[in-house]
């Protein structure tokens, strides 16, 4: 009995403390985009694609609302649908090439902006995006930070 508590014990430190992305190859990162709405949650439109690429060529992933689409900036149209009114939304996970680069395309309705994007990649928050006005395009590539270099005296 000492021998299996010993052996589960030493098991259990080596599982848990240690992250581990089973889905993704070891080439790839698990991306993960969480996106704040604001109080107008219909009025947003994004989509994730490969860096450089229109929106609509080569799109990974669309969110809410596609009503308003690529061509819906500043239309004012006020579409039914989308997402939650001040909501935190994740969308993901994708495995996506290590040190490739990706945008986020971001359209807003009534143009007044109004939804951010935090970016996680194997679970470390990378980049954040505020979206503002009409929308933009956030670039961001596919890597973990850099480990932190610290001493304690």
């Keep these: 009995m000492k021998k299996l508590i010993r052996l589960f014990t030493i098991v259990s430190v080596f599982s848990f403390g240690h992250q581990t992305f089973a889905q993704c190859d070891i080439s790839e990162g698990e991306v993960t985009i969480v996106v704040h709405t604001d109080a107008f ?14 929106c609509g060529d080569g799109t990974i992933f669309e969110g809410e609302n596609e009503l308003v689409g690529c061509d819906g900036a500043g239309n004012r149209d006020n579409p039914p649908g989308g997402y939650p009114n001040n909501a935190d939304i994740t969308e993901g996970p994708w ?17 007044d902006g109004g939804f951010s994007f935090d970016v996680l990649v194997n679970g470390y928050q990378i980049a954040t995006f505020e979206g503002l006005g009409l929308g933009g395009r956030y670039t961001f590539v596919v890597e973990e930070p850099p480990l932190y270099d610290l001493s304690v005296y």
């Design 95 to 111: 495995c996506l090439p290590l040190g490739n680069s990706y945008d986020i395309i971001y359209t807003d309705d009534w143009g």
């Design 41 to 54: 949650g219909n009025e947003g439109y994004w989509q994730l694609l490969p860096s450089g690429n229109d």
